[in-house]
């Protein structure tokens, strides 16, 4: 067990938890954005920032999502220069993706009502934390989509910018990971749609053959049949209808 | 040719290649670098090839190839060994005269001689130009005397000898050595290179990794693609006594796509290398193996940072990553890893051969041994400069650049390329120094010295600077890729006359942002160039955003109405 | 190209550097140096042949400016916008190409004759500003030099 200090308050975490999660099992909370706990911290959206004083006297800032916890570390989650640039940040954010609730949300819980920053058109509420990027890969195993390009070019797409990609699934875990709802999945009259916030992809969905409610895509369903090595007929019938 | 199995066969294959060599030969140098290639050195050299065989002269001369002299304004460069007779602006039509009046009768031909800015007086000898008498060319000095696709013209100056000794010495007693030189890196970071090379050793791990940075990214910098053009081995022999120190087995160079000479020249090195029992297995008997493998960029600033460097080598896209746990410890896939800059590699020999006593006598307290510099834009010498440290700025641009062209005033000098910041007249007197350059919001980084004369805009280069770190983001984290996106947006409207109340203020606070928040070195000190055109031309600035001028006469304020 | 020579040259690509991932890069230029730009049916071979997902060779084919997805012009023109240069006044000429060819960096002309490429610094700093055509190097160009090069190009 380590012992260290955040916001005076004396702490005790386990060797490898990273500060972010040692604050958040002691109520105490910093915002975060692209940090989603089935895949591994990226370091990318800087919210997560604190200031940091290590045993040995060294003064630093750190993303608390990836800096693990030392014996002897005091940490500052909430300082002024950590104010600053949360501010700053939801700034550039709110320039970035000017009709997103979300972060307008977060936005005003900061402190933060409006940006002197150009508003940006059609990143249609991407912030490109990847986060789904990175579930698809590190959770699902597929990487259907990716971060394409770089800069301000970068975006969140499937290869070739396609309404298309051979890869995907159809899981959703995507939408479900999307921490500001760029990315939705709806299921109507049989199909399956995912947007992503440049394409989209459509999926036949499998009906059951009991109760005839549509439940899984297809594609989804092959998928789960050839890595599990089970025969597709076992998914005939819908889980419900199984029991 | 069978490979070296010891010191000594090294040593005994030295001995013959120099005995081969008549010291008293007369020996054409013509500079072949990137540089003097645009100038057409190319066909100058065939030129004296053709000339020599014309004029049956094979006996008493011969033609060399070699790499980057340095004084690139003045290319193609001619330098007549042992006599040291420089030539410049040496054309096809002027070699014939060259061959029959300077070889043949041993006179001096006055029109090609250089001439002395001061004096007007003619200099005979490459020593004695202005360009070259203030430099102190130890790393860069064999550049002018070797071809650098010969091996064995690197053993007849002295090559490979540092890696017999090292060989030779503990690894401690080699960390020592280098540490008490005090060499410092040369990319940019200027970390203590004995430190690293002692982290890496220490860390836990079977496989360690040693790389050679040579992705020369800084725009006007290109002093290491002169160094792995023109004397590859010094690159490779630093790797080997760093990989022999460290423990490692494996090296990489990363370089640049942008070079495709430095390339092939690195590649016919190691290949040659190969060839010498000089890498591979058990190297001169030694029972150390070590196999260097070149991997090229694909056209991307970042890469040359490391961790984004190691994601290239990996396969992946160049996007770094925190730095809590260091490469020394978690590198290249996981493993320790260290990785040093062109040139701090290539001071390795050096400091090896000669002994960290004689290397920290030069330089400053906390800058020991020399740096070379690329000394480019307004400036009438352009070219690439080994100076000690501590040299001051004033020393370089004028008594080794010549000063500005076309009767024009300096203005600044940016140093540390997008990293780093200008420097006004005021400060001139500033001797080169890691820690003085911090000082007043600039930084060493990897040698481009960029001079600016008065037609220079100071709020153009800071936009050219962001625009340029703009399309360089890798654009993963938030701060650098939204935050120099609205700055270019501020510093265009400002360039443009759309410049308002509130704007230096808002760069400034954005700046101390990207500072604090970004997620690598690209993004941390991408407002180095916008703070210290601010710190000392704040004036230039306001002109734009109050005035709606440009003193410098650069930017257009056609459309905007001036009340 | 047809599919089946383009399938060709990336598995020939993918046997020189022995199907390792991490060559990724030095796969796709040489492919590139082959085909003159990565279009789809190679980016989906050296995906296959190597066993990464094709997301992530996208992911490197678009973040490397070394790569080019679409067909590039037979002459490639590459306009040095290092800081020596852009104090020599490389801007104009770039300005001075673009108006000519009436195309903006990174595009190529409808004729398929000239791709307009910027790079930062090829070391040539004494030269500026500099301009490099295919392997020829343009040194101490101005606008009013622009015309005349671009004209000894077929």
């Known amino acids: 067990m380590v012992k260290l200090t955040i916001n005076g308050r004396k702490i005790i975490a386990e060797e490898g938890t990273t500060i972010l999660y040692a604050a958040r099992d002691n109520n105490i909370y910093i915002p975060t954005l692209c940090e989603n706990e089935a895949v591994a911290p990226y370091g990318a959206c800087r919210l997560c920032l604190v200031e940091i004083k290590t045993a040995k006297e060294r003064e630093r800032l750190v993303t608390s999502c990836i800096y693990q916890v030392e014996e002897g ?57 990847a986060t789904c990027a990175r579930t698809c890969e590190e959770v699902v195993g597929v990487a259907a989509i990716s971060l394409a390009r770089r800069g301000v070019d970068r975006e969140l797409t499937t290869p070739f910018n396609e309404d298309f990609t051979e890869a995907c699934i159809g899981c959703g875990a995507c939408a479900y990971s999307c921490p500001t709802g760029a990315i939705t999945m709806e299921d109507r009259r049989g199909t399956r749609v995912i947007k992503w916030p440049h394409n989209r992809m459509e999926f036949k969905l499998k009906k059951c053959s009991v109760c005839g409610q549509y439940w899984a895509p297809e594609k989804q369903i092959e998928y ?20 | 040719m069978a490979k070296l199995k010891s010191p000594n066969e090294l040593e005994a294959l030295r001995k013959s290649i120099i005995k081969k060599r008549d010291p008293n030969k007369t020996v054409i140098t013509i500079c072949n670098g990137t540089g003097c290639q645009a100038h057409g050195c190319k066909a ?114 002295g090559g490979y000898a540092a890696l017999t000794k090292a060989l030779k010495m503990t690894p401690e ?22 430190n690293k090379w002692e982290s890496t050793r220490q860390a836990q791990g079977e496989t360690k990794y040693v790389i050679c940075n040579a992705d020369e990214g800084d725009p006007g910098a290109y002093m290491d693609r002169s160094l792995v053009e023109g004397n590859p081995h010094s690159v490779l022999e630093g790797m080997l006594i760093g990989a022999y120190t460290i423990g490692a087995n494996q090296g990489y160079i990363y370089i640049r796509n942008e070079y495709p000479l430095a390339v092939r020249h690195i590649r016919t090195a190691i290949e040659q290398a190969e060839a010498y029992g000089l890498l591979g297995k058990n190297i001169m008997g030694s029972g150390f193996n070590f196999d260097i493998k070149i991997q090229r ?267 | 190209m047809s599919p089946k020579e383009l399938k060709a040259k990336a598995k020939q690509a993918l046997q020189k550097h022995q199907h390792d991932k991490s060559l990724l890069v030095d796969i796709l230029q040489d492919i590139q140096a082959e085909v003159g730009y990565l279009p789809k049916e190679v980016l989906q071979e050296t995906s296959q042949g190597l066993g990464v997902p094709l997301s992530r060779v996208y992911s490197v084919a678009t973040f490397y400016k070394a790569f080019s997805l679409t067909p590039r012009g037979r002459h490639l023109i590459n306009v040095c916008m290092g800081t020596a240069c852009h104090v020599r006044g490389a801007v104009k000429v770039l300005e001075k190409i673009e108006q000519e060819l009436k195309v903006k960096r990174g595009e190529t002309t409808k004729d398929f004759k000239f791709t307009l490429e910027t790079v930062n610094c090829v070391g040539a700093c004494a030269l500026g500003p500099m301009v490099i055509i295919g392997e020829d190097y343009h040194g101490e160009m101005t606008p009013e030099a622009v015309v005349p090069v671009l004209k000894d190009y077929n």
């Open chain 1, 73 to 129: 570390l005091i940490v500052q989650t909430d300082t002024e220069r950590i104010q600053k640039i949360r501010k700053m940040l939801l700034e550039l954010l709110l320039a970035r993706c000017p009709e997103s609730e979300v972060i307008k949300e977060l936005a005003q819980k900061i402190g933060v009502t409006k940006t002197r920053f150009v508003k940006q058109k059609g990143n249609n509420n991407c912030i490109l934390c």
């Open chain 2, 173 to 194: 007693a080699i960390i020592d050595e280098v540490k008490n030189a005090g060499l410092r890196g040369r990319g940019g970071g200027g970390f203590p290179t004995g």
């Open chain 2, 297 to 563: 960029g694909g056209g991307a600033f970042i890469c040359g940072e490391s961790t984004a460097l190691i994601a290239s080598l990996e396969g992946r896209v160049g996007e770094p990553r925190a730095k809590y746990v260091h490469t020394s410890e978690q590198g290249l896939w996981g493993q320790p890893t260290n990785l040093n800059n062109v040139e701090t590699w290539a001071n390795v020999p050096l400091i090896i051969n000669n002994g960290a006593d004689w290397y920290q006598k030069i330089g400053t307290e906390n800058s020991k041994g020399t740096k070379i510099f690329s000394l480019v834009g307004n400036i009438t010498n352009t070219g690439l400069v080994e100076v000690p440290m501590g040299i001051t700025l004033r020393e370089i641009i004028y008594d080794i650049g010549g000063g500005i062209p076309k009767g024009r005033n300096f203005k600044a000098v940016q140093t540390g390329g997008p990293s780093g910041g200008v420097i006004p007249e005021s400060l001139l007197d500033l001797p080169i120094d890691f820690d003085e350059l911090d000082k007043v919001g600039s930084m060493m980084g990897s040698g481009g010295m960029i001079v600016m004369d008065d037609k220079t805009c100071m709020v153009n280069i800071a936009n050219y600077f962001v625009s340029f770190l703009e399309g360089e983001s890798c654009g993963k984290c938030l701060p650098c890729r939204e935050g120099l996106q609205q700055m270019k947006h501020i510093l265009t409207g400002i360039t443009e006359g759309r410049g308002k109340e509130g704007d230096i203020e808002l760069l400034e606070e954005l700046s101390a942002t990207l500072i604090d928040a970004a997620l690598c070195a690209l993004g941390r000190t991408a407002p180095n160039p916008v703070l210290s055109t601010i710190r000392y031309f704040r004036d230039e600035y306001e002109a734009h955003i109050k005035d709606k001028k440009c003193p410098a006469g650069v930017c257009n304020f056609e459309a905007v109405k001036v009340k």
């Open chain 1, 224 to 243: 789960i049949a050839k890595t599990s090595g089970t025969p597709l007929s076992d998914y005939d019938v819908c889980p419900d209808c199984r029991e």
């Open chain 2, 44 to 157: 100058v050299t065939a030129a004296f090839q053709e000339e020599v065989r014309k004029q049956k002269l094979e006996d008493k001369v011969d033609i060399r190839a070699t790499g980057c002299h340095g004084f690139c304004e003045r290319g193609p460069l001619v330098v007549i060994k042992p006599e040291d007779t420089f030539y410049q602006r040496v054309r096809v039509k002027d070699v014939p005269e060259i061959l029959t009046e300077s070889i043949g009768k041993g006179n001096v031909i006055k029109r090609m001689l250089y001439t002395d800015r001061q004096s007007g007086k003619k200099i005979t000898c490459e020593h004695d130009v202005p360009f070259y008498k203030l430099q102190k060319r130890l790393v860069f000095g064999n550049n002018g005397l070797i071809d650098p696709t010969s091996i064995d013209d690197y053993l007849a100056v």
